[in-house]
């Protein structure tokens, strides 16, 4: 069969974090589904299920609650992930463009980690970059506004350059006026 360029990409994603065997390889092939998303609409999965973005940018936003309201959490771009947890934080996941994404269900993560223990790694790589990005937003907010503005434009490229003002000035726990003077 002759992989996609979503496919090299998931691969190349993958072979970053740890080793991809032939046999690992093909399970994952098995069990992945690449799904397009269109700019608005929302992502919907279950509880610690998996999205690893290939292209496009998803925003993660506070869910409807009061001042927080559209708050943004985080800027999800091309080779991070997603690991579902909007049922216990309160938050959801919405494309800013148009996205393409890897998907593997909880179980069939599980499934993966039995059949194949170094997916483990890889597994363990995932849950630390999320909440290691998690905590990259309470770091900024110590900093001065125009501290936080040249950090995130090294961090966050991608968002930097295509998301909009508002959602950058929220982020940065700064008015958008402020965002675009500094």
Not at 9 to 30: D, G, K, N, T
Not at 39 to 63: C, N, S, T
Not at 137 to 154: E, Q, S, V
Request: net charge positive.
């Amino acid at each position: 069969m002759e992989r996609t360029k979503y496919q090299n990409l998931l691969f190349e994603i993958l072979h970053e974090l740890a080793p991809v065997p032939p046999a690992l390889w093909s399970s994952i092939l098995a069990v992945v589904e690449i799904r397009s998303i269109k700019k608005g609409r929302y992502l919907q999965a279950k509880l610690l299920d998996l999205h690893i973005v290939l292209e496009g940018i998803i925003i993660k936003r506070w869910d409807d609650a009061g001042p927080l309201q559209n708050d943004v959490i985080d800027f999800i771009s091309k080779k991070q992930f997603i690991l579902h947890i909007e049922d216990v934080d309160g938050s959801y996941f919405k494309a800013d463009s148009d996205v393409v994404t890897a998907f593997i269900s909880r179980e069939n993560i599980i499934k993966l980690m039995e059949e194949h223990p170094i997916f483990a790694n890889h597994s363990n790589y995932l849950i630390a970059t999320v909440l290691n990005r998690r905590s990259f937003r309470g770091r900024l907010l110590k900093m001065p506004a125009k501290d936080r503005k040249i950090t995130f434009g090294k961090e966050y490229p991608e968002a930097n350059f295509y998301c909009s003002i508002s959602d950058k000035s929220s982020f940065l726990g700064i008015s958008a006026s402020y965002y675009s003077t500094i």
